[in-house]
């Protein structure tokens, strides 16, 4: 099942088309697409057996995130060995550095966003999750069925603000407005033939800067949701991004960085494609 934000309404997508969901559970489910989360199992039961129709066209500029209001975000630094390599850390072991993007920096699949001044702001392409189930302290062995479904984030990050002060300052530098878009879909996992080996690329103005796979991760999306849940419960809606492949701007030599007019396409096989247009301050 592929479902959308489309003009914050919670839809279904069924190739070029579009249902919406509340209309067509004759407003028995939610159009808020973050409230779906909350009932995940009965929209999944009322999405199996429904008569869907024929649906709408509808235009890519209209979709939002699909999770565009969660109680919690959090995001894994160093979860590719490459990656961790580039940017001179050592690979962790035990838990992964994990921080929060603020949701305000949350939107959706296609946008312009605006470079911060005086700033280096860089890419990393992530294969997202968004949780279905409650999850505190469960197994990895049971860490999938509480994933509603995965889709495409951008983790754009200010390097200059990331870097200073005595400690790195990971959670604001990620957050700066438009640094979290996410799309186009979700996708949940039994679409996939292997939902822990997903491809996942980012271009710059056509260049291709970073490829990867999901089976490459330290800790792997289920791992992840143990882990994590060993700490604090996740609730449904909330989103993880998992970390980035090797190939961001900070570990090229000379370094490189986001100019106002390039286009970043970010995209994962399977589920659909970013793409961000950075303008000047
Ligand atoms: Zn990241």
């Known amino acids: 099942m592929r479902i959308a934000n489309l003009s914050g309404r919670l839809s279904l997508i069924s190739g070029e088309r579009a249902v ?3 209309e067509a559970s004759h407003r028995r489910l939610p159009s808020d697409p973050q409230a779906v989360y909350e009932r995940w199992d009965e929209f999944r039961a009322w999405a199996a057996d429904a008569d869907l129709g024929a649906g709408r066209p509808f235009a890519p500029a209209d979709l939002g995130a699909p999770a565009p209001n969660p109680r919690q975000l959090l995001a894994i630094g160093l979860n590719y060995r490459e990656h961790a390599d580039e940017a001179g850390y050592t690979v962790p072991e035990g838990m992964p ?8 920096s949350i939107t959706g699949p296609v946008t312009d966003v605006v470079l911060p001044e005086g ?18 302290r469960v197994a990895e062995a049971d860490a999938w069925s509480h994933v509603a479904g995965l889709t495409v984030g951008q983790d754009l990050s200010e390097r200059v603000l990331q870097m200073s002060g005595p400690a790195p300052q990971f959670s604001l530098a990620k957050s700066y407005p438009g640094f979290s878009p996410m799309g186009p879909v979700l996708v949940t996992p039994d679409e996939f033939d292997d939902p822990d080996d997903l ?11 970073q490829r990867g796979s999901t089976s490459r991760l330290i800790f792997s999306v289920p791992a992840l949701i143990a ?9 449904p809606g909330d989103v993880v991004y998992t970390g980035t492949p090797a190939g961001v701007g900070l570990g090229r030599t000379p370094q490189r960085w986001l100019r106002p007019g390039d286009e970043l396409v970010s995209s994962i096989r399977g589920i659909g494609e970013l793409r961000q247009r950075l303008l000047a301050a």
Request: charged share 20%.
């Open 199 to 209: 491809e996942l690329t980012c271009s710059v103005n056509g260049e291709q800067v």
């Open 20 to 22: 919406d969901v509340h």
């Open 227 to 235: 882990k994590l849940s060993q700490v604090l419960p996740l609730h």
């Open 119 to 136: 700033g280096h702001t860089d890419w990393e392409v992530e294969l997202v999750v968004v949780v279905g189930r409650p999850a505190h």
């Open 97 to 104: 550095p994990v921080f929060t993007k603020f949701s305000s």
